[in-house]
């Protein structure tokens, strides 16, 4: 079925899909048990001049990257199914780790190695590798433009130093959206939805934990998606600088009929050690939509975003872009162009911007 016909809060939240194009898939076996095969091509191309260099990079898009999928379900009866999934990343060349440095490398990395029991009537429990019950709160976002950009703005050039120099802070030091304990081996229960919302909760390997409140709606005809998310304290940054403690990040988004959406985020981790400052950030993104063409939606966006204390107290990070993703229905293809920059400032330091252009597409199977 078309994406655009899952439920809100499906659209705003899955980590599977990020545009509006349809996901053919082939599917083995009959409607009681059936093993279905799909996935994904995800390539994005920038140029990024950080002051010192102005060089061209090429690779798989992080925001979401090239993966193939092998799920199975079985209807054991019409309250209760088995299932499970595989789906693995293809990453050459991740935009957010190439760098000045290290422009190449590569690698096949198990993102879902997962079983799951799914009732009507009390929910689904998953365990084994997968998404966290905080995976991607902080990304609620139907502008349709979230394969060009999104909160974690440093999944396209995270890896870039500032002024081309290894010695100081990359992108992804100072900017960070937040999603929680991302993928890991655990125990996941999501409850029934209740009016459009769910609550999810994993116990994690290595005695961490997450909860989570998810909450998507279609009121007439304007979508509505809100997610929050709390978490057993993680690490962020490193070394002296390392701040350590509970996350909390949320995000919004709304689209109106008209096509006109409004994207939001925001997080904190509650530093614990004496001295050190929160590391937090807001992002907001503002959008259209629009069916010119015959063969899929096209979608603009602009968006700004402040992120604090991530690198070492006092730093503020700024980031601002634009986004247009055209989709072709027929193709099973979206294609996307970009811009962005990122600006630093540092207590005693002095760094140039980061101006990035970027191209890319992603083919669905």
Same mark, same amino acid.
């Given at each position: 079925?078309?994406?655009?016909?899952? %439920? &809100?809060?499906?659209?705003? !939240?899955?980590?599977?899909?990020?545009?509006? !194009?349809?996901?053919?898939?082939?599917?083995?076996?009959?409607?009681? #048990?059936?093993?279905?095969?799909?996935?994904?091509?995800?390539?994005?191309?920038?140029?990024?001049?950080?002051?010192?260099?102005?060089?061209?990079?090429?690779?798989?898009?992080?925001?979401?990257?090239?993966?193939?999928?092998?799920?199975?379900?079985?209807?054991?009866?019409?309250?209760?199914?088995?299932?499970?999934?595989?789906?693995?990343?293809?990453?050459?060349?991740?935009?957010?780790?190439?760098?000045?440095?290290?422009?190449?490398? %590569?690698?096949?990395?198990?993102?879902?190695?997962?079983?799951?029991?799914?009732?009507?009537?009390?929910?689904?429990?998953?365990?084994?590798?997968?998404?966290?019950? +905080?995976?991607?709160?902080?990304?609620? /976002?139907?502008?349709?433009?979230?394969?060009?950009?999104? #909160?974690?703005?440093?999944?396209?050039?995270?890896?870039?130093?500032?002024?081309? &120099?290894?010695?100081?802070?990359?992108?992804? /030091?100072?900017?960070? @959206?937040?999603?929680? =304990?991302?993928?890991?081996?655990?125990?996941?229960?999501?409850?029934?939805?209740?009016?459009?919302?769910? &609550?999810?909760? +994993?116990?994690?390997? @290595?005695?961490?934990?997450?909860?989570?409140?998810?909450? @998507?709606?279609?009121?007439?005809?304007?979508?509505?998606?809100?997610?929050?998310?709390?978490?057993?304290?993680?690490?962020?940054? %490193?070394?002296?600088?390392?701040?350590?403690?509970?996350?909390?990040?949320?995000?919004?988004? !709304?689209?109106?009929?008209? *096509?006109?959406?409004?994207?939001?985020?925001?997080?904190?981790?509650?530093?614990?050690?004496?001295?050190?400052?929160?590391?937090?950030?807001?992002?907001?993104?503002?959008?259209?939509?629009?069916?010119?063409?015959?063969?899929?939606?096209?979608?603009?966006?602009?968006?700004?975003?402040?992120?604090?204390?991530?690198?070492?107290?006092?730093?503020?990070?700024?980031?601002?872009?634009?986004?247009?993703?055209?989709?072709?229905?027929?193709?099973?293809?979206?294609?996307?162009?970009?811009?962005?920059?990122?600006?630093? %400032?540092?207590? *005693?330091?002095?760094?140039?911007? !980061?101006?990035?252009?970027?191209?890319?597409?992603?083919?669905? =199977?």
């Amino acid at each position: 079925l078309p994406y655009a016909n899952a %439920s &809100v809060l499906t659209q705003a !939240i899955s980590p599977e899909d990020v545009t509006t !194009i349809p996901r053919h898939q082939l599917i083995l076996g009959s409607k009681k #048990a059936h093993t279905s095969l799909s996935g994904q091509i995800s390539v994005v191309g920038f140029q990024a001049d950080d002051g010192k260099f102005n060089r061209t990079y090429i690779g798989t898009n992080s925001i979401s990257n090239s993966r193939f999928n092998i799920n199975s379900e079985l209807l054991f009866s019409p309250a209760l199914t088995l299932g499970s999934r595989i789906q693995l990343g293809l990453k050459t060349n991740p935009s957010e780790s190439i760098s000045q440095t290290q422009p190449n490398s %590569s690698s096949i990395q198990i993102r879902r190695a997962e079983a799951y029991l799914k009732t009507k009537r009390w929910g689904t429990l998953t365990f084994g590798q997968g998404e966290t019950a +905080s995976d991607n709160t902080a990304y609620a /976002d139907l502008s349709d433009t979230e394969i060009a950009g999104r #909160a974690s703005v440093e999944d396209i050039g995270g890896g870039l130093y500032f002024n081309g &120099v290894s010695s100081n802070p990359q992108v992804r /030091d100072a900017f960070n @959206g937040l999603d929680g =304990f991302s993928r890991k081996v655990r125990l996941r229960y999501d409850s029934p939805k209740f009016h459009g919302a769910l &609550v999810s909760a +994993s116990l994690i390997a @290595g005695s961490h934990s997450d909860i989570a409140l998810k909450w @998507g709606k279609q009121l007439g005809k304007t979508k509505v998606a809100v997610e929050l998310a709390y978490t057993s304290p993680k690490n962020i940054s %490193s070394g002296s600088n390392r701040a350590r403690g509970n996350e909390t990040n949320g995000s919004l988004s !709304i689209v109106l009929p008209a *096509g006109l959406s409004l994207t939001s985020a925001a997080g904190q981790v509650r530093a614990n050690s004496a001295g050190r400052k929160n590391p937090y950030y807001y992002y907001i993104k503002p959008g259209y939509e629009f069916h010119y063409f015959k063969m899929g939606l096209t979608a603009l966006s602009l968006d700004y975003g402040q992120y604090y204390n991530f690198n070492q107290n006092k730093d503020k990070g700024t980031t601002h872009g634009a986004q247009v993703v055209q989709d072709f229905n027929p193709l099973d293809l979206a294609v996307y162009m970009g811009y962005r920059e990122f600006a630093l %400032s540092s207590p *005693g330091r002095r760094f140039s911007d !980061i101006h990035l252009f970027l191209m890319g597409a992603m083919y669905q =199977f």
